[in-house]
């Protein structure tokens, strides 16, 4: 609880520093403050579970909340950090743009927090209203209004199934607290309206990922929204939308919650669909672009059916998804570093923008180059064992054929992954070579020096959750 309140505390201050004309100081103080909140948050798993009385109904404190909280945060300071130059040309907009980023962060850390579902709904609506506010952010540019409106109906739509589905389980089972729920949910007769709601809020949570097939709103909302926000969608929101999903069908029992054989097949059998559907889907669709925004929506998708793996063996999946969550989100933020840098004056996002970057601009090219490669599960980075991890777990569980697909949709994107590469190193530059700020080189070759060390070093990160 004293990481979220310290987070909106944050929020607040950009707030106060825009009355008496701070500005300046609001992305130092904020990068500052989230490394100070890591740090206490990093040091939370050693003691277990810590739930305060006064809070004991709403928000628990554990290994899982607090290691992907850390992750969160952590990717937060890198997109605030480039933040500070995308919005340097927004003076008096700037604490604006950093409070709702840092609300946003707020919403994520109750997500994966929380003992109600009360304050799931809340954590989730408060980071999609954020999100809703800044793919519209761009007011003269159409492509963000589009993107905006499309996110807005689409998110709306999905909270909606939600809330609905939240209130179909309270409704059977008489409480909002996943505790009793998770108690009661393993009796022998269970309303009819409980398998109903808990499957509303599972689609839900689908469409906050982006998994097939509900999909389709993704590529536009990507390719329009501003290219931070982007960013955002595609590893902070991404990764939190996964791992709340993983808890929801944990606390609810899901894999326990019914006697009937034939359901527990069901759902099993529709993850492995929707498993196989996205990692295909996404690749083959992200071969056909030439959009780099739009062929980064669709790999998303594809790791999203990947992720979603981790739901055939909840017992023991936690540290596999934290650990390919933390990969996959860690090579994003590098490539939009690089995408970021290279496309803001330019009027989209096209591969031929990125034609001769290793010869014009070697270092930001080899950080791109390492994210796609990482992205693409290559060795030595942290993608390969991610995918290793999460394939030898499948299997293990029994499921060859999503692994065969897997690893069949790990080579196809290796294609599209590669034509930006081969744009960069074998294409004729198309401009002189221009300034890069600093922060997108800092940004950029942390993230993937961090990439590439979990990758030599996993229990860095599998050790969070033991």
Same mark, same amino acid.
């Given at each position: 609880?004293?990481?979220? %309140?310290?987070?909106?505390?944050?929020?607040?201050?950009?707030?106060?520093?825009? %009355?008496?004309?701070?500005?300046k100081?609001?992305?130092?103080v904020?990068?500052?403050?989230?490394?100070?909140?890591?740090?206490?948050?990093?040091?939370?798993?050693?003691?277990?579970?810590?739930?305060?009385?006064?809070?004991?109904?709403?928000?628990?404190?554990?290994?899982?909340?607090?290691?992907f909280? =850390?992750?969160?945060?952590?990717?937060?300071?890198?997109?605030?950090?480039m933040?500070?130059?995308?919005?340097?040309?927004?003076?008096?907009?700037?604490?604006?743009?950093?409070?709702?980023?840092?609300?946003?962060?707020?919403?994520?850390?109750?997500?994966?927090?929380?003992?109600?579902?009360?304050m799931?709904?809340?954590?989730?609506?408060?980071?999609?209203?954020?999100?809703?506010?800044?793919?519209?952010? =761009?007011?003269?540019?159409?492509?963000?209004?589009?993107?905006?409106?499309?996110?807005?109906?689409?998110?709306?739509?999905?909270?909606?199934?939600?809330?609905?589905?939240?209130?179909?389980?309270?409704?059977?089972?008489?409480?909002?607290? @996943?505790?009793?729920?998770?108690?009661?949910?393993?009796?022998?007769?269970?309303p009819?309206?409980?398998p109903?709601?808990? $499957?509303?809020?599972?689609?839900?949570?689908?469409?906050?990922?982006?998994?097939?097939?509900?999909?389709?709103?993704?590529?536009?909302?990507?390719?329009?929204?501003?290219?931070? $926000?982007?960013?955002?969608?595609?590893?902070?929101?991404?990764?939190?939308?996964?791992?709340?999903?993983?808890?929801l069908v944990?606390?609810?029992?899901?894999?326990?919650?019914?006697?009937?054989?034939?359901?527990?097949?069901?759902?099993?059998?529709?993850? @492995?669909?929707?498993?196989?559907?996205?990692?295909?889907?996404?690749?083959?669709?992200?071969?056909?672009?030439?959009?780099?925004?739009?062929?980064?929506?669709?790999?998303?998708?594809?790791?999203a059916?990947?992720?979603?793996?981790?739901?055939?063996?909840?017992?023991?999946?936690?540290?596999?998804?934290?650990?390919?969550?933390?990969?996959?989100?860690?090579?994003?933020?590098?490539?939009?570093?690089?995408? %970021?840098?290279?496309t803001?004056?330019?009027?989209?996002?096209?591969?031929?923008?990125?034609?001769?970057?290793?010869?014009?601009?070697?270092?930001?090219?080899?950080?791109?180059?390492?994210?796609?490669?990482?992205?693409?599960?290559?060795?030595?980075?942290?993608?390969?064992?991610?995918?290793?991890?999460?394939f030898?777990q499948?299997?293990?569980?029994?499921?060859?054929?999503?692994?065969?697909?897997?690893?069949?949709?790990?080579?196809?994107?290796?294609?599209?992954?590669?034509k930006?590469?081969?744009?960069?190193?074998t294409?004729?530059?198309?401009?002189?070579?221009?300034?890069?700020?600093?922060?997108?080189?800092?940004?950029?070759?942390?993230? %993937?020096?961090?990439?590439?060390?979990?990758?030599?070093?996993?229990?860095?990160?599998?050790?969070?959750?033991?």
């Amino acid at each position: 609880m004293n990481t979220l %309140i310290a987070i909106s505390g944050l929020g607040v201050f950009c707030l106060i520093a825009e %009355i008496f004309n701070f500005r300046k100081a609001i992305v130092p103080v904020v990068i500052l403050g989230l490394v100070a909140v890591l740090g206490t948050t990093l040091n939370l798993w050693s003691f277990g579970t810590l739930a305060n009385d006064s809070y004991t109904n709403m928000i628990v404190v554990d290994k899982f909340s607090s290691a992907f909280s =850390s992750l969160f945060i952590l990717l937060a300071i890198f997109i605030i950090a480039m933040g500070y130059d995308v919005y340097k040309d927004h003076p008096t907009k700037i604490s604006d743009y950093i409070a709702i980023k840092i609300f946003l962060l707020a919403g994520a850390i109750a997500m994966v927090s929380f003992s109600n579902l009360s304050m799931f709904f809340l954590g989730i609506e408060t980071l999609s209203i954020a999100l809703y506010i800044l793919a519209g952010s =761009s007011r003269l540019d159409i492509k963000s209004n589009e993107a905006g409106m499309k996110y807005f109906l689409m998110g709306s739509f999905a909270s909606g199934i939600i809330l609905f589905g939240i209130c179909l389980i309270y409704g059977a089972m008489g409480s909002f607290d @996943v505790r009793e729920i998770s108690e009661a949910s393993v009796s022998a007769e269970l309303p009819v309206w409980f398998p109903i709601g808990v $499957v509303l809020v599972v689609i839900g949570m689908l469409f906050k990922i982006a998994a097939v097939p509900f999909h389709f709103w993704a590529p536009d909302v990507y390719e329009g929204s501003p290219t931070l $926000v982007t960013t955002t969608m595609s590893t902070l929101v991404k990764v939190v939308a996964v791992a709340t999903l993983y808890k929801l069908v944990t606390v609810l029992n899901l894999n326990l919650s019914f006697d009937n054989e034939n359901i527990l097949t069901s759902f099993q059998l529709i993850v @492995v669909i929707v498993s196989i559907a996205s990692m295909t889907i996404g690749n083959i669709m992200a071969l056909r672009q030439t959009n780099v925004k739009r062929m980064l929506a669709f790999s998303g998708i594809s790791h999203a059916g990947f992720m979603l793996m981790a739901l055939l063996t909840l017992a023991n999946s936690s540290t596999t998804l934290l650990y390919y969550a933390s990969a996959y989100a860690l090579a994003g933020i590098a490539s939009f570093a690089v995408i %970021i840098n290279v496309t803001k004056n330019k009027d989209n996002e096209d591969i031929i923008n990125f034609n001769g970057l290793g010869k014009t601009n070697p270092l930001m090219a080899a950080i791109l180059t390492a994210s796609l490669l990482s992205m693409a599960g290559i060795p030595i980075f942290s993608g390969f064992f991610a995918k290793f991890m999460l394939f030898t777990q499948t299997i293990q569980a029994g499921y060859l054929v999503v692994v065969i697909a897997g690893v069949i949709n790990s080579i196809i994107s290796v294609g599209y992954y590669f034509k930006l590469i081969l744009a960069m190193y074998t294409k004729e530059p198309t401009e002189e070579k221009q300034a890069t700020p600093f922060v997108y080189y800092a940004v950029g070759t942390v993230s %993937i020096l961090l990439n590439i060390i979990i990758g030599l070093y996993p229990s860095l990160v599998t050790n969070l959750l033991k």
